[in-house]
């Protein structure tokens, strides 16, 4: 949302760059760059003078467009190099509900093959069908802030109206993960709303595949209370 905000178009790529999203894949290994190439800019915005690129242990320095990391307010590559794993969230369909409905987890209780009590419906169906979004969808009040996609085609291109492209299962019968981002050789399909909703629980081990170490405080007064206020929220 404050990407939206700060740059007045959701297209990152053509705001900020394209990110680590344009290295020729050669199918048998993990190509992403090393971390830390933007460590100079602190938490601000830009893109790193230089990338290094391994592959099977040889390394290439790389300085152009699409070959070097970006970082957004400290956060580097939010889109492309590696496909991040999201925690929270899952995707689930009876087989007539398209690409399946999002799942958001009101704590950190997560289950990626069971719908618990802990997770509520976004109140809206993901598409059925693969590619470049043309809006994103609108069910729950409560999850406005989702930006996830309902509807693909209709002249949506890598430009406009959004210009990043998607993955479901059609007619998704059962559960599926969330990556977000795109990898290293997706080129201009990569963004902030880059999305595979298709990957099944057992099936998220691929060498494109990373995530975010995410930090979970100890259940201690202050966490419960913060946990209750949040889910009084979301409530």
């Known amino acids: 949302m404050l990407e939206l905000i700060e740059f007045g178009t959701p297209n990152g790529q053509s705001a900020l760059g394209n990110g680590v999203s344009n290295i020729s894949t050669n199918g048998s290994y993990n190509q992403a760059a090393l971390t830390g190439a933007t460590s100079s800019l602190g938490n601000g915005t830009g893109a790193a003078a230089e990338t290094i690129i391994e592959t099977n242990g040889s390394r290439t320095t790389e300085t152009a467009d699409g070959k070097v990391s970006i970082s957004y307010r400290g956060l580097e590559n939010p889109w492309g190099n590696t496909w991040t794993m999201l925690g929270g969230i899952m995707i689930f369909g009876n087989g007539a509900s398209n690409g399946g409905i999002p799942y958001i987890c009101k704590n950190y209780n997560y289950s990626y093959n069971s719908l618990t009590n802990d997770y509520e419906s976004v109140g ?38 959004i210009g990043d492209n998607g993955w479901y299962d059609a007619n998704l019968s059962g559960y599926r993960l969330v990556a977000h981002g795109g ?29 975010r170490l995410m930090f979970i405080p100890t259940k201690n007064a202050t966490y419960n209370t913060n946990i209750a206020k949040w889910q009084a929220t979301m409530n």
Do not use: H, Q, R, V
């Open 183 to 211: 990898s290293w050789s997706f080129e201009n399909s990569n963004g902030l709303f880059y999305y595979a909703c298709d990957k099944a629980p057992n099936d998220s081990t691929y060498k494109s595949y990373g995530a």
């Open 124 to 161: 809206f169906s993901l598409p059925n069908n693969n590619g470049w979004i043309y809006a994103f969808g609108y069910g729950a009040k409560k999850y406005d802030w989702l930006f996830m996609p309902a509807e693909i085609g209709n002249g949506a291109n890598s430009a406009l109206p």
